[in-house]
Nanobody, 119 residues
Framework: QVQLVESGGGLVQPGGSLRLSCAAS????????MGWYRQAPGKLRELVAG???????SYSDSVKGRFTISTDNVKNTLYLQMNSLKPEDTAVYYC?????????????WGRGTQVTVSS
């Protein structure tokens, strides 16, 4: 069973920065895709940033130029650097990993970390 554990959330003022971390229980090379999603109260969960093993990286339009996704392959950790934070970035942020083996697909989720942007 894969475990994804997020950390780094908290309360920050508008314009501030946070870095989220997601520690995976096994090599991130074993996943076909990884990413960060977020869910604000009353809203659907949405993709914030992600990448595939094929090298494609994507960001939602609302965070382009402000957020950066990266990995530390030695530590099996996924990061999300968030700069110039806005109140509308307030949400629970979830780490996601996808593994495909032939026709089988497994999706793994962390428990989430709260990010609150407020003055």
């Amino acid at each position: 069973q894969v475990q994804l554990v997020e950390s780094g959330g908290g309360l920050v003022q508008p314009g501030g920065s946070l870095r989220l971390s997601c520690a995976a229980s096994r090599s991130i090379f074993s996943f076909n895709a990884m990413g960060w999603y977020r869910q604000a109260p009353g809203k659907l969960r949405e993709l914030v940033a992600g990448f595939t093993s094929g090298g494609t990286t994507s960001y939602s339009d609302s965070v382009k130029g402000r957020f950066t996704i990266s990995t530390d392959n030695v530590k099996n950790t996924l990061y999300l650097q968030m700069n110039s934070l806005k109140p509308e970035d307030t949400a629970v942020y979830y780490c996601h990993a996808r593994e495909r083996r032939g026709l089988l697909e497994d999706n793994y989720w962390g428990r989430g970390t709260q990010v609150t942007v407020s003055s």
